[in-house]
């Protein structure tokens, strides 16, 4: 009986932390100004905070007695897709100049979202009569 | 023997999360559902085998589980950082800064693997990457100093990165 009863603190814990977090990435979307700075609060806060928020979902579903494991591939598929989408909105916002602009970098010519794509390839469909 | 389970199962780790994630899917574990997981992961490289030229080589499956642990506790302690920030600094005194991280890693996975780490712990989110694929553009969210975050990321997340795909 006590098992129950602490996992029900558990579930509360988690879901306390986990919207605390999610919160505090909807105040970092909002009171940030520029659009990469904006990018940092949902990406990483909204991680912990969801992680947190299935955590509860998983125990409970112990607590009930049935076992439920899609919680973790959640989570493992938001890991992965989570930086691709940032890294996505990381370059529009260099590409249409939204942000401050990059340094150069040391090696190489340029960053490849804002290299110009050369004319002559010969990939692109020409007007024809 | 050896060709012959290279041409059965040319990307074995594929094969093994398909499995895996097949039977997550099923939200409970049954010897058929694993069979049939198996079988998945079997079909499905096999398919999809034009789209995936190269394996990568000299993965160390030991050395990626104890570099996930890390990652994810970092996420955890990074995470608490960020709300601090976002909670207490204002927009005034915050101070963000682009960093470029000079890549010793070349293998295209390990790269990936890296950009990911960077994006997910918080303070820093990877941007974009140089036209050859020699430095990693990174933005920071709040820093005075920006060498030593490079400096950071080189020393524990790349460095690591490079023994596992070595």
């Known amino acids: ?129 | 023997m050896t060709r012959a389970f290279r041409r059965l199962l040319p990307h074995p780790f594929l094969t093994l999360i398909l499995a895996v994630v097949w039977t997550l899917l099923q939200n409970e574990i049954s010897a058929g559902m694993v069979v049939f997981g198996i079988i998945l992961g079997i079909i499905i490289p096999l398919m999809t085998l034009i789209w995936w030229p190269d394996t990568p080589k000299g993965f160390r499956l030991g050395k990626m589980v104890s570099y996930s642990f890390m990652v994810i506790w970092d996420i955890l302690v990074a995470n608490v950082e960020v709300a601090w920030i976002v909670l207490t600094v204002p927009n005034s005194k915050l101070k963000p800064a682009w960093i470029v991280v000079p890549l010793e890693l070349r293998q295209p996975e390990a790269i990936t693997v890296l950009a990911g780490t960077i994006t997910l712990t918080p303070g820093t989110v990877s941007a974009d990457l140089s036209d050859e694929g020699h430095s990693l553009l990174v933005h920071v969210l709040h820093t005075s100093d920006a060498d030593a975050v490079r400096d950071e990321i080189k020393t524990r997340y790349e460095r690591r990165l490079l023994e596992i795909f070595s």
Not at chain 1, 61 to 90: C, K, N, Q, W, Y
């Open chain 1, 1 to 129: 009986m006590t098992a129950q009863i602490l996992a029900i603190y558990a579930v509360a814990l988690s879901l306390l932390i986990g919207s605390g977090f999610v919160l505090v990435g909807v105040i970092g979307l909002l009171k940030f100004d520029d659009p990469m700075t904006r990018l940092h609060a949902p990406t990483k806060v909204g991680t912990v905070g969801i992680g947190m928020l299935l955590l509860a979902s998983m125990i409970n579903s112990f607590r009930m007695g049935d076992t439920s494991i899609h919680e973790i591939l959640i989570m493992a598929f938001l890991f992965v897709t989570a930086p691709i989408s940032a890294h996505f909105i990381a370059k529009v916002g260099i590409h249409h100049r939204a942000c401050e602009t990059p340094p150069s970098p040391p090696r190489d010519e340029t960053w490849s979202t804002l290299k110009s794509p050369e004319p002559d390839q010969g990939t692109e469909p020409t007007a024809q009569g």
